[in-house]
């Protein structure tokens, strides 16, 4: 599979399994196991939007597209930049 069709397999695990869509790809990585795929969704709307709470997630996948593994890594408001 390439990468798009990796990014695709993602958003529908995410989808199925956390009930929200995904907004958006923050990142993508091969491994030894398949690939890493980082996405950040709405978790809870705000107003004002800046206020907005969006989780990180991280989707594990092997190189057929099968889930190995799916975590949230952080919660953060739509306001915050700095990185940790």
Do not use: C
Request: no cysteine; charged share 35%.
């Amino acid at each position: 599979m390439n990468a798009s069709e990796i990014v695709k397999k993602a958003e529908e695990h995410f989808a199925s399994l956390g009930k929200i869509r995904a907004d958006g790809v923050t990142g993508l990585s091969k491994t030894e196991e398949g690939w890493v795929v980082s996405l950040e969704a709405l978790e809870r709307k705000a107003i004002p939007d800046t206020m907005d709470i969006l989780g990180w997630y991280q989707i594990r996948l092997d190189a057929e597209g099968n889930l190995l593994g799916f975590e949230r890594k952080k919660l953060r408001k739509r306001g915050e930049t700095k990185e940790e």
